[in-house]
């Protein structure tokens, strides 16, 4: 059975950092593209960040790029986001989710159609 486990969400204050995990189990990490997702309040599921099987290649959102990073320990089946300068905007559910498909196919799907399994998610509030 597959499970996606997300955890370090929290409230932090606009401007602030965190770091959120995800530990996968019961699949073959390193032959899966990992992706972060974000849900908000009466929005729409969007895409956030993904990275390649080997770390090699990531993609972000327009929206949190170059405060966003994304990467992936295959020894530990753990994908992070490092989140800094967040923002009010940030404020969402977030979902780690795997995917068979090569990172750059993952980024083609916003809604995260693409992806095969899903965590539970993680909620994050950012504070004005």
């Known amino acids: 059975q597959v499970q996606l486990v997300e955890s370090g969400g929290g409230l932090v204050q606009a401007g602030g950092s965190l770091r959120l995990s995800c530990t996968a189990s019961g699949l073959t990490f390193s032959d899966y593209t990992m992706g972060w997702f974000r849900q908000a309040p009466g929005k729409e599921r969007e895409f956030v960040a993904a990275?390649?099987?080997?770390?090699?290649?990531?993609y972000y959102a327009d929206s949190v790029a170059v405060r966003f990073t994304i990467s992936r320990d295959n020894g530990r089946n753990t994908v992070y986001l490092q989140m800094n300068s967040l923002k009010p905007e940030d404020t969402a559910v977030y979902y780690c989710?795997?995917?068979?498909?090569?990172?750059?196919?993952?980024?083609?799907?916003?809604?995260?159609?693409?992806?095969?399994?899903w965590g539970k998610g993680t909620l994050v509030t950012v504070s004005s």
């Open positions: 990275v390649s099987w080997n770390g090699g290649s990531t």
């Open positions: 989710a795997a995917s068979v498909l090569p990172a750059h196919a993952v980024r083609s799907y916003d809604r995260g159609d693409g992806m095969d399994y």
